[in-house]
């Protein structure tokens, strides 16, 4: 079945600093790459997705990239603010099977003002 | 407002018993999702559903059931036979398969 890594599981950055998560997976016929933000004792929001058709998504300062022959895939957030600051995971998934989703461990973010 | 509603936000088990927690979604999505959050790990599936009257097990479903009656609901019992149930219970829905999930804000359940 599928795996996914995240690296760091710990990341702290100054405000105005880019900061980067990074992901791979195992199972080459997964298609949907969701990255999801979840603050203290709420449920995850999702931020960011990538089908694995396109190779780059950005949506302001974020964005995601999509290396399917290296299997990996990374986050990327630029002008970082405190309110970034939260739990990030990557998560991997086949769509037409259900879309069951297997997720990273996730990576704390801290962004110091 | 539309979202998805967990409920209680706080549970607390005793031994051998059996709890069920809720999940309601207004979307009008057709896929559910149940997810065990443990400390510093990711989220594992439990359950997905979708379509009314149909569920299909995830990567841990043992110790679990689910029920998918109605559109809009897909309740998740953790019985006695889940040995080690602590932990943070995430409910997701999605329009279809092809769409993202979208989470509710969990549930927390404890052993007395």
């Known amino acids: 079945g599928e795996n996914v890594e995240q690296h760091p599981s710990t990341l702290s950055v100054q405000e105005g600093d880019s900061a980067v998560i990074k992901c791979t997976y195992s199972d080459s016929a997964s298609n949907y790459f969701p990255w999801y933000k979840q603050e203290l004792g709420k449920g995850p929001q999702l931020i960011i997705d990538?089908?694995?058709?396109?190779g780059e998504k950005k949506d302001q300062r974020i964005a995601v990239t999509l290396n399917k022959t290296a299997k990996h895939f990374s986050l990327h957030i630029t002008e970082t603010q405190p309110e970034d600051s939260a739990v990030y995971f990557c998560a991997a998934g086949l769509m037409e099977y259900g879309n069951k989703l297997v997720f990273g461990a996730g990576t704390i973010l801290r962004v110091k003002s | 407002d539309g979202g998805i509603t967990q409920s209680p936000k706080y549970l607390f088990r005793k031994e051998g018993q059996n709890v069920t927690l809720s999940c309601e979604q207004n979307?009008?999505?057709?896929?559910m999702y149940w997810y065990r959050q443990d400390p510093g790990q990711g989220l594992r599936l439990i359950y997905y559903?979708?379509?009314?009257?149909?569920?299909q097990k995830g990567d841990i479903a043992e110790g679990y059931s689910v029920s998918r009656e109605k559109k809009e609901s897909f309740p998740l019992t953790v019985t006695s036979a889940q040995k080690n149930p602590t932990a943070f219970y995430l409910c997701?829905?999605?329009?279809?398969?092809?769409?993202?999930?979208?989470f509710g804000d969990g549930t927390r359940l404890s052993i007395l």
């Open positions: 997701a829905s999605s329009m279809d398969r092809f769409k993202p999930q979208h």
């Open positions: 979307l009008n999505h057709d896929a």
């Open positions: 990538i089908r694995s058709n396109v």
């Open positions: 559903s979708q379509i009314v009257n149909d569920f």
